[in-house]
Nanobody, 112 residues
Framework: VQLQASGGGLVQAGGSLRLSCAAS????????LQWYRQAPGKQREWVAT???????NYASSVKGRFTISRDNAKNTVYLQMNSLKPEDTAVYLC???????WGQGTQVTVSS
């Protein structure tokens, strides 16, 4: 089982990034998928969920700015992040409900 996150980087406030999480080794299409984030010294925070049927849900702190999506043909979940703020700085991790699998995370840094 593998969840490989990518797409992080350094961006100025107001900018955009698109994160990807490529999965393998489990039944991706039947699993709900989530993005979490963890900033230094803070607890892990849920960001967004996409169900196996494509329904989405967002934390209030990112709603209207972030969009989660999935491509079952590519076994990949995405997080489009727009209007980024310095408080969005964190390591972003993907998670699969099916099997409770975690990816290794990708660093997002937003400068003011």
């Amino acid at each position: 089982v593998q969840l490989q996150a990518s797409g992080g980087g350094l961006v100025q406030a107001g900018g955009s990034l698109r994160l990807s999480c490529a999965a393998s080794g489990f039944r991706f299409s039947v699993s709900g998928l989530q993005w979490y984030r963890q900033a230094p010294g803070k607890q892990r925070e849920w960001v967004a969920t996409v169900t196996s049927g494509g329904s989405t849900n967002y934390a209030s702190s990112v709603k209207g700015r972030f969009t989660i999506s999935r491509d079952n043909a590519k076994n990949t979940v995405y997080l489009q992040m727009n209007s980024l703020k310095p408080e969005d700085t964190a390591v972003y991790l993907c998670h699969s409900y099916y099997g409770n699998y975690w990816g290794q995370g990708t660093q997002v840094t937003v400068s003011s």
